[in-house]
């Protein structure tokens, strides 16, 4: 499961980041890194936008930045924490 899947209100922790580069740089530099818990707050009305909540802030991101974000299902919640 991609970030982008998850539905407003539900938290998810992080796997693993994909991406390459400048991209998966940014993404670890903003606090997105493995065993993160993250919240989807709320989605823009057209789609995109994303904002998230982690760590105590929000962030605002990129729903095709949001691909590159694997998540552990809520069946492996056990195994995430």
Same mark, same amino acid.
């Not at 998966?24 to 936008?49: F, H, N, S, W, Y």
């Not at 998230?52 to 974000?69: C, F, M, P, W």
């Given at each position: 499961? =991609?970030?982008?899947?998850?539905?407003?209100? *539900?938290?998810?922790? $992080? *796997?693993? $980041?994909?991406?390459?580069?400048?991209?998966?740089?940014?993404?670890?530099?903003?606090?997105?890194?493995?065993?993160? =818990?993250?919240?989807?707050? *709320? $989605?823009?009305?057209?789609?995109?936008?994303?904002?998230?909540?982690?760590?105590?802030?929000?962030? =605002?991101?990129? *729903?095709?930045?949001?691909?590159?974000? +694997?998540?552990?299902?809520? +069946?492996?919640?056990?195994?995430? $924490?």
């Amino acid at each position: 499961m =991609t970030m982008d899947m998850v539905k407003v209100g *539900k938290s998810r922790t $992080i *796997k693993s $980041i994909g991406g390459t580069g400048v991209l998966r740089r940014r993404l670890l530099d903003m606090g997105l890194t493995p065993r993160t =818990t993250v919240e989807l707050i *709320k $989605i823009a009305p057209m789609g995109d936008p994303l904002v998230l909540k982690l760590r105590g802030y929000e962030l =605002t991101l990129r *729903k095709e930045d949001a691909v590159h974000i +694997q998540l552990f299902d809520e +069946q492996d919640s056990d195994r995430a $924490i």
